[in-house]
T-cell receptor, first 114, second 109 residues
Framework: NAGVTQTPKFQVLKTGQSMTLQCAQDMNHNSMYWYRQDPGMGLRLIYYSASEGTTDKGEVPNGYNVSRLNKREFSLRLESAAPSQTSVYFC?????????????FGPGTRLTVT | GQSLEQPSEVTAVEGAIVQINCTYQTSGFYGLSWYQQHDGGAPTFLSYNGLDGLEETGRFSSFLSRSDSYGYLLLQELQMKDSASYFCPLKGWRSTLTFGKGTMLLVSP
């Protein structure tokens, strides 16, 4: 049981390049989330998916797209990277059930855009 | 919108008790969670308050007062490994979490 996995762990991009961050969970969770964390800040929600086939915008969706490929996988795409997207990206998952409150986070992807 | 306020830093000594406060403004939420994060690693869940009152989990307790828009995390018998950042995100629709800037706890010998 690996929990939530993310690839890659580190990435450096040049301005204008594109890339996809991958996230997978093996806990049979319905809901998955993408957050970003800037230095000295809390996490901010980019997009989330409450179930397979649905996605919704969070607090800071501009410049990102997401795909809920299946129940296990939720990817985040940067179409044209900008220096302002330099951040640590965390994927998380949970199941919406009675008395279930915990979100499980992946180890993060550290992205630098130059 | 929503906003959360926590002290930016709290210091304490090993073996002591420390309280990390959290005040919030929101038009609606399901509950207040607490997460711990070491050195930019993955946040890990500590506690959740859906109703007013105290929840106890081992050395950690969390409290919520909706009428005062206030909560706190109480850590007892502090250990060096408790040095970390602590966040009190609000749990919203579809279990989304809204985070503040968090509190860095420094535990000294």
């Amino acid at each position: 049981n690996a929990g939530v996995t993310q690839t890659p762990k580190f990435q450096v991009l040049k301005t204008g390049q594109s890339m996809t961050l991958q996230c997978a969970q093996d806990m049979n969770h319905n809901s998955m989330y993408w957050y970003r964390q800037d230095p000295g800040m809390g996490l901010r929600l980019i997009y989330y998916s409450a179930s397979e086939g649905t996605t919704d915008k969070g607090e800071v969706p501009n410049g990102y797209n997401v795909s809920r490929l299946n129940k296990r996988e939720f990817s985040l795409r940067l179409e044209s990277a900008a220096p302002s997207q330099t951040s640590v990206y965390f994927c998380a998952s949970t199941t919406e059930a009675y008395q279930v409150y915990e979100q499980y986070f992946g180890p993060g992807t550290r992205l630098t855009v130059t | 919108g929503q906003s959360l306020e926590q002290p930016s830093e709290v210091t304490a000594v090993e073996g002591a008790i420390v309280q990390i406060n959290c005040t919030y403004q929101t038009s609606g939420f399901y509950g207040l969670s607490w997460y711990q994060q070491h050195d930019g690693g993955a946040p890990t869940f500590l506690s959740y308050n859906g109703l007013d009152g105290l929840e106890e989990t081992g050395r950690f307790s969390s409290f919520l007062s909706r009428s005062d828009s206030y909560g706190y995390l109480l850590l007892q018998e502090l250990q060096m490994k408790d040095s970390a950042s602590y966040f009190c995100p609000l749990k919203g629709w579809r279990s989304t979490l809204t985070f503040g800037k968090g509190t860095m706890l420094l535990v000294s010998p």
